[in-house]
Protein backbone atom coordinates (compact mmCIF):
# COMPACT_ATOMS: atom_id res chain seq x y z
CA UNK A 1 0.00 0.00 0.00
CA UNK A 2 1.83 3.66 -1.08
CA UNK A 3 1.67 5.85 1.44
CA UNK A 4 -0.47 8.95 1.72
CA UNK A 5 0.59 12.10 0.89
CA UNK A 6 1.07 13.62 4.22
CA UNK A 7 3.31 10.34 5.34
CA UNK A 8 5.45 10.99 1.97
CA UNK A 9 5.43 14.18 3.18
CA UNK A 10 6.76 13.84 6.71
CA UNK A 11 9.21 11.49 5.67
CA UNK A 12 10.69 13.73 3.02
CA UNK A 13 10.54 16.79 5.72
CA UNK A 14 12.55 14.16 8.70
CA UNK A 15 14.98 13.49 5.40
CA UNK A 16 16.02 16.69 4.45
CA UNK A 17 16.30 17.99 8.35
CA UNK A 18 17.98 14.57 9.13
CA UNK A 19 20.51 15.65 6.76
CA UNK A 20 20.94 19.40 7.60
CA UNK A 21 21.51 18.12 11.19
CA UNK A 22 24.40 15.62 10.40
CA UNK A 23 25.74 18.30 8.01
CA UNK A 24 25.24 21.70 9.16
CA UNK A 25 24.77 21.05 12.61
CA UNK A 26 26.18 24.55 13.62
CA UNK A 27 23.39 26.20 12.37
CA UNK A 28 21.05 24.45 15.04
CA UNK A 29 23.30 25.06 18.10
CA UNK A 30 22.53 28.53 18.49
CA UNK A 31 18.37 27.43 19.20
CA UNK A 32 19.40 24.77 21.51
CA UNK A 33 18.09 25.80 24.97
CA UNK A 34 20.63 26.31 27.96
CA UNK A 35 19.13 23.65 29.95
CA UNK A 36 20.59 20.36 27.12
CA UNK A 37 23.52 18.61 27.68
CA UNK A 38 25.83 18.05 24.90
CA UNK A 39 24.40 20.04 22.24
CA UNK A 40 26.19 18.42 19.25
CA UNK A 41 25.89 14.97 20.31
CA UNK A 42 22.37 15.47 20.45
CA UNK A 43 21.79 18.00 17.42
CA UNK A 44 23.60 14.58 15.44
CA UNK A 45 21.30 12.28 17.48
CA UNK A 46 18.25 14.01 16.12
CA UNK A 47 19.34 14.40 12.59
CA UNK A 48 20.09 10.12 12.76
CA UNK A 49 16.74 9.49 14.10
CA UNK A 50 14.90 11.61 11.90
CA UNK A 51 16.77 9.62 8.68
CA UNK A 52 15.41 6.61 10.72
CA UNK A 53 11.97 7.51 10.94
CA UNK A 54 12.28 9.03 7.58
CA UNK A 55 13.08 5.49 6.39
CA UNK A 56 10.78 4.13 8.57
CA UNK A 57 7.97 5.96 6.92
CA UNK A 58 8.47 4.70 3.86
CA UNK A 59 8.64 1.30 4.34
CA UNK A 60 5.39 -0.16 4.50
CA UNK A 61 6.17 -2.93 7.18
CA UNK A 62 7.91 -0.51 9.49
CA UNK A 63 5.48 2.72 8.70
CA UNK A 64 3.14 2.22 11.97
CA UNK A 65 6.65 1.95 14.23
CA UNK A 66 7.75 5.03 12.42
CA UNK A 67 4.71 6.57 13.03
CA UNK A 68 4.96 6.33 16.91
CA UNK A 69 8.47 7.01 16.88
CA UNK A 70 7.76 10.48 14.46
CA UNK A 71 4.91 11.28 17.39
CA UNK A 72 7.99 11.05 20.34
CA UNK A 73 10.25 12.66 18.27
CA UNK A 74 7.85 15.77 18.03
CA UNK A 75 6.20 15.89 21.10
CA UNK A 76 9.29 15.52 22.91
CA UNK A 77 11.59 18.29 20.79
CA UNK A 78 8.38 20.91 21.57
CA UNK A 79 9.68 22.04 25.01
CA UNK A 80 13.15 22.65 23.49
CA UNK A 81 11.08 24.83 20.75
CA UNK A 82 9.20 26.64 23.40
CA UNK A 83 12.16 27.34 25.31
CA UNK A 84 13.90 29.20 21.61
CA UNK A 85 10.59 30.99 21.11
CA UNK A 86 10.94 32.54 24.77
CA UNK A 87 14.47 33.24 24.39
CA UNK A 88 13.55 35.07 20.97
CA UNK A 89 11.23 37.12 22.09
CA UNK A 90 14.07 38.46 25.27
CA UNK A 91 16.21 38.89 21.99
CA UNK A 92 16.50 41.92 18.94
CA UNK A 93 16.30 39.73 15.95
CA UNK A 94 12.64 40.03 14.86
CA UNK A 95 13.26 37.69 12.20
CA UNK A 96 14.34 34.97 13.95
CA UNK A 97 11.78 35.81 16.42
CA UNK A 98 8.93 35.02 14.48
CA UNK A 99 10.32 32.01 12.85
CA UNK A 100 11.08 30.87 16.15
CA UNK A 101 6.84 31.82 17.31
CA UNK A 102 6.02 30.81 13.85
CA UNK A 103 7.35 27.04 13.94
CA UNK A 104 4.97 26.57 17.28
CA UNK A 105 1.79 25.69 16.13
CA UNK A 106 3.29 24.27 13.03
CA UNK A 107 4.45 21.87 14.83
CA UNK A 108 0.98 20.35 15.50
CA UNK A 109 0.17 19.58 11.77
CA UNK A 110 3.30 17.60 11.87
CA UNK A 111 2.04 15.53 14.62
CA UNK A 112 -1.36 14.74 12.89
CA UNK A 113 0.71 13.52 10.12
CA UNK A 114 2.85 11.48 12.57
CA UNK A 115 -0.48 10.03 13.70
CA UNK A 116 -1.63 9.20 10.53
CA UNK A 117 1.14 7.38 9.84
CA UNK A 118 0.37 5.18 12.77
CA UNK A 119 -2.95 3.64 11.57
CA UNK A 120 -1.35 2.97 7.87
CA UNK A 121 -0.14 -0.34 7.58
Not at 15 to 40: C, D, F, I, N, Q
Not at 43 to 51: F, K, R, T
Not at 83 to 91: E, I, L, R
Amino acid sequence: MSAPRSVTALAGIFAVAGVVHLVKPELYEPLMPSWVPAHREVILGSGVAELALAAGLAAPRTRRLAGWGSVALLVGVYPGNVQMAVDAVKGDNPAFTAAALARLPLQWPLIRMALRATRED
